[in-house]
Every structure is written in structure tokens, then in C-alpha cells.
């Protein structure tokens, strides 16, 4: 599909009262919403492995999830690795207790890989997963067998969570659907519940989420319109706010975070493209390196500081750097 048909199709969608029901109706329909464990497993263990880079553990922590999505996923892998208490909070009404399910179960298969990633006894995992009611009747049943509260429709910049009383705010590819002073509040907000030293860990996708579906374009695509000309395209729910990996940098440092980990992956088709002026970005990107706008995801990770002498050193922690490959 073309993307700009995609994107004329999500607008109408997104200004129809009903329209987030028939989204999730279509995406049911065509299948897009069914689990992919290999894909999402490897995600929540690439933020679980950045916490064990920070010399940290999810064992009796607890976790704030931004954008819970529709399967819990993240929850799970938390769960597993031995955390006390997950907070996963959405705006829309995703998760199902069909997909959560689907989840649950799809994940079955999976232990022995998720044992010996975040270095947990097989037999452990395995007992934890079975103390979750997959025959619950209701969502927020099954989500308690797994110490797991969703919160739906929430505010993440305004969580109503006690200062200092989170060990670890995390989100997988959901920052980018979220605008920049909203970003700015969420971060200011993770900044006040999280205890210190404790961690904000987060990836996600600065590319166009439009060439996923269109192989005709880059994840580069959307830089070469002004704010105007994207507008008509953005307006939906794939709402994306374009910033590129440095931005993000600053306002988590702005916010006050530590960082830890800034890790980003290059499309190199995207850069290719830009490099060979076949995109132009527009000129509201002009400040930013080739790498910086060629960016399609980034992996960071700030701790909030606290007195100077108490943080230390994280041993072998990754330095930010560029990847530049074809794998995500």
C-alpha cells in the first residue's frame, strides 16, 4: 500500500467517533495485531539487559511502562525476571483480554530462550509462569496473577504515583508517537517517581513508519516536508513527531537524567538517499548531521542521579555510539 493511501485511510479513521474501535476491528482483520514473540521478547530483553549493564536488577522492583499497546509483553518479561510490581498505562484501548492471552501463551514456548538471556534457572521462569491464571475471566485478573496493573485511558505525565516509589520507567517503540511538550512533561514526570538511581530506560523509532508498509520510500521520507505539508499526513492515529535521536538526548537531559546508554541504528538506505540528495530534508532539519536524520531507532538509558559519591561507575556499560547494519 502506498503510504500516502495509508495515511488518507488512518485520518478518516481518526476523526470518526467510533474510529479507534474500527482501527482495532481492521487491524484484527488483517492480522497485525497478532503476537509476535520472537520480535517483542527480544525487545524487553533489550531493555531488561541495559538495567543489568546499569548493575541493576528487576528482581522485587518495581516498573512503570509507557504505552502498554496490545499484548503485555513487557509486563510479562519483567514478571518473569522476578519484578515485584508493573504499572503498564495507555491512552487507547488496545489490550484485550483475548490478546492477552494470545500473549501468555505464545510466550510458553520461549521460556528456556528468556531463562538463559536474562540468566534466571529455567525452572524458576517456568515456575513463575505458571502461577499466571490464564483461565481468568476478566483483564485485570489475569494481569494481577502476573503483578501486572493496567491503566487505561492514563496520563504518563501525570501519573498520580508517589515521588521515589518507581524503580524503572520503560516504553518500546512508543516515543515517537508522542509530541515534543508532552515528551517533556513525561520525562520531567519519570524524573520525580522514579527513586534515585533509578533508571529510564527506553527504544524506539525516530524513522518514517510510513516505508515499513512502502518499500518505494526510507524511513528518511517525511524530512523533506515542512510542518504544513506533513500536517494533512500526521493527523491520524500514526501520529509521529519526527525527532531525531539528538533531541531526544536533550530533553532527557534536560529533565535531568544521567545518561548511560545512547545508542542508535542507521538506515542505510536512508542515508544513501540522503547523501545522494534524492531527499532533501526540509529546512527545519537543517541542523541535524546526515547520521542524526538517517537515525531509525535509538536505545537509551538515564539514571537520576544522586549524591555524586552514591552513583559510581556502571562496569562494561555500552558507550553511545552509531550501528550501522540492516538488523534491528
Known amino acids: 500500500m502506498k503510504w500516502q493511501t495509508k495515511a488518507y485511510i488512518l485520518r478518516q479513521l481518526s476523526q470518526l467517533p467510533m474510529g479507534k474501535q474500527l482501527y482495532l476491528l481492521l487491524q484484527k482483520m488483517a492480522g497485525s495485531n497478532r503476537p509476535l514473540p520472537n520480535r517483542d521478547f527480544a525487545r524487553i530483553n533489550e531493555l531488561l539487559d541495559m538495567i543489568q549493564q546499569a548493575g541493576q536488577t528487576a528482581q522485587q522492583a518495581t516498573f512503570f511502562e509507557i504505552g502498554s499497546g496490545w499484548h503485555p509483553y513487557a509486563p510479562l518479561g519483567c514478571y518473569l525476571a522476578g ?3 508493573i504499572i503498564t498505562v495507555d491512552v ?4 484485550t483480554l483475548k490478546s492477552a492471552k494470545q500473549c501468555i501463551a505464545a510466550a510458553k514456548d520461549h521460556l528456556p530462550e528468556m531463562a538463559h538471556l536474562m540468566g534466571i534457572k ?3 521462569i517456568t515456575k513463575r509462569y505458571q502461577k499466571i491464571d490464564q ?9 494481577k496473577s502476573m503483578n501486572t496493573e493496567y491503566r487505561y485511558p492514563a496520563d504518563a505525565s501525570d501519573t498520580k504515583q508517589e515521588d521515589h516509589s518507581i524503580d524503572f520507567v520503560i516504553s518500546s517503540n512508543v516515543l515517537e508517537h508522542i509530541p515534543l511538550q508532552i515528551l517533556k ?4 514526570e519519570s524524573m520525580r517517581i522514579l527513586k534515585p538511581g533509578g533508571l529510564a530506560v527506553h527504544r524506539f523509532n525516530p524513522g518514517d ?9 526510507t524511513t528518511a521520507n517525511f524530512l523533506q516536508y515542512p510542518e504544513q505539508d506533513w500536517k494533512p499526513y500526521n493527523e491520524s492515529l500514526a501520529y509521529h ?27 542505510t538506505d536512508a542515508l544513501e538517499a540522503l547523501q545522494q540528495k534524492f531527499i ?3 529546512s527545519m532539519f537543517s541542523q541535524f548531521s546526515t547520521e542524526d536524520l538517517a537515525t531509525d531507532y535509538m536505545w537509551y538509558m538515564g539514571i537520576k542521579p544522586t549524591a555524586l559519591s552514591e552513583i559510581g561507575q556502571c562496569d562494561n556499560m555500552r558507550t553511545p555510539k552509531n550501528q550501522i547494519d540492516s538488523n534491528k
Open 83 to 85: 519484578a515485584e510490581k
Open 92 to 95: 487507547n484501548p488496545w489490550m
Open 122 to 124: 529455567e525452572s524458576l
Open 135 to 143: 483461565n481468568a475471566l476478566r483483564l485485570d485478573l489475569l494481569l
Open 185 to 188: 512533561s513525561i520525562s520531567t
Open 209 to 217: 513508519h510510513y516505508a515499513n508498509h512502502d518499500q518505494s520510500i
Open 241 to 267: 513527531n519526527r525527532l531525531r535521536s539528538s533531541q531526544y538526548s536533550q530533553l532527557f537531559n534536560e529533565a535531568g537524567f544521567t545518561s548511560l546508554i545512547e545508542e542508535t541504528h542507521i538506515d
Open 280 to 282: 532533501q530534508p526540509d
